[in-house]
């Protein structure tokens, strides 16, 4: 006897993978520049302190709030596409027959085998059998906001915490590259825990994640050192 083994896939993760993913990289990239922008503009201690915990407080609300709204968003449409195929369903079960047969059809069963396989899965539920094979929607692909939400604005704080530590370990004068090197390092490390748990190879996931903070830090340095005044 053979026991029914469920397998798990790294896709299962991608609700709260990307919004981990995604707050914690602007968590450090965001604030690491702010503090470079600033730094660069001759600001003392105190007000980067400052600006770096201002940072983390509205960017933690801000990356929580965005998710929560946008994937709330994407919520709506996925029940709006379920109201509409559970009308069709009951005004047009034989139209929505034919349409899933056609569906198993082009991916590669013969007419006779997938309206056979069309007509058990209606009988099984009609409902699920359309939102998985014709609107791609599964219980995976469930949009879940309070779970991008609380993944999105806990990461922001962990990524914006290191760049806010360096400011306040690290000597003033030592501030701007210290505060370059941690935030790289943490961008690659970033990018290979993301591609770690999405199995994917992390070299391609770290090599993007660093060029985009190479480019934040050194824009908002410029722009500091252009336009910044004496703060001191």
């Known amino acids: 006897m053979y026991s029914i083994h469920p397998e798990r896939h790294f896709s299962e993760r991608n609700n709260w993978l990307r919004a981990a993913v995604l707050g914690a990289n602007d968590g450090l990239i965001s604030t690491a520049s ?42 709506d449409t996925q029940k709006a596409d379920l109201a509409k195929e559970k009308y069709e369903l009951t005004h047009n079960p034989e139209r929505e027959l034919v349409e899933l047969t056609h569906i198993y059809t082009q991916r ?10 069309a007509v058990a899965l209606t009988d ?12 791609g929607l599964t219980e ?9 939400a609380i993944a999105s604005g ?20 030592d501030l701007l590259i210290g505060l370059a090197v941690v935030t ?13 748990l999405g199995g994917a190879k992390p070299l391609p996931a770290i090599v993007r994640i660093v060029v985009w ?18 703060a001191g």
Do not use: K
Request: glycine share 10%; aromatic share 4%; charged share 10%.
């Open 34 to 75: 702010l503090l470079m922008g600033v730094g660069a503009a001759q600001a003392d201690s105190h007000t980067l302190l400052l600006t770096g915990l201002a940072s983390l407080c509205a960017g933690t609300v801000s990356m929580a709030a965005g998710e929560y709204v946008s994937v709330s968003s994407q919520s």
């Open 108 to 117: 590669g069963l013969s007419p006779e085998l997938a309206h056979e396989v």
């Open 124 to 135: 099984h539920d009609a409902l699920e059998a359309h939102a998985r094979d014709e609107m």
């Open 140 to 148: 995976t692909a469930e949009a879940n906001p309070l779970q991008a």
């Open 154 to 173: 806990l990461s922001f704080t962990v990524g914006a915490i290191l760049p806010i530590l360096c400011m306040w370990l690290l000597p003033h004068e």
């Open 184 to 196: 790289l390092l943490g961008l690659a490390l970033l990018g290979w825990l993301s591609a770690r």
């Open 213 to 230: 903070g190479v480019l934040a830090l050194g824009i908002t340095n410029l722009v500091g050192r252009l336009f910044g005044v004496d």
